[in-house]
């Protein structure tokens, strides 16, 4: 990826995601405006894991991300509960995994 910089002359803006040694999945840490990829990796090591708690570390272009609207949430999540087979209560558990 080559050198860019927005309109109004910053370097793009990236959101940074983190998996902890503890965790399964990445979490959003916050932004960084970086000139590309590597440096926006290597600014997000420096800022987002100082103490060494990650293991992995994602950057996104935010121009990149796409995401639902807030103000249609009933029309794109409401439909969801129509389809109660999709909760456990409908299943019984055997007694050895009861716990759950």
């Known amino acids: 990826m080559s050198t860019t910089h927005t309109s109004t002359g910053e370097w793009p803006l990236w959101e940074v995601f983190v ?3 503890a965790g399964l999945d990445h979490k959003h840490c916050g932004s960084l405006h970086a000139s590309d ?3 926006a990796i290597q600014l997000a090591r420096d800022v987002y894991t ?3 708690e990650g293991v992995s570390i994602w950057v996104v272009r935010s121009e990149q991300i ?3 609207d807030p103000g249609q949430k009933s029309s794109f999540f409401d ?3 129509d389809k109660v087979y999709r909760h ?3 299943y019984e558990l055997p007694k050895a995994v009861d716990h759950m």
């Open 50 to 52: 100082r103490r060494q």
């Open 37 to 39: 990829a590597t440096m």
């Open 19 to 21: 998996r902890s040694k």
């Open 66 to 68: 796409v995401a639902s």
């Open 79 to 81: 439909p969801m509960e």
């Open 88 to 90: 456990p209560t409908f």
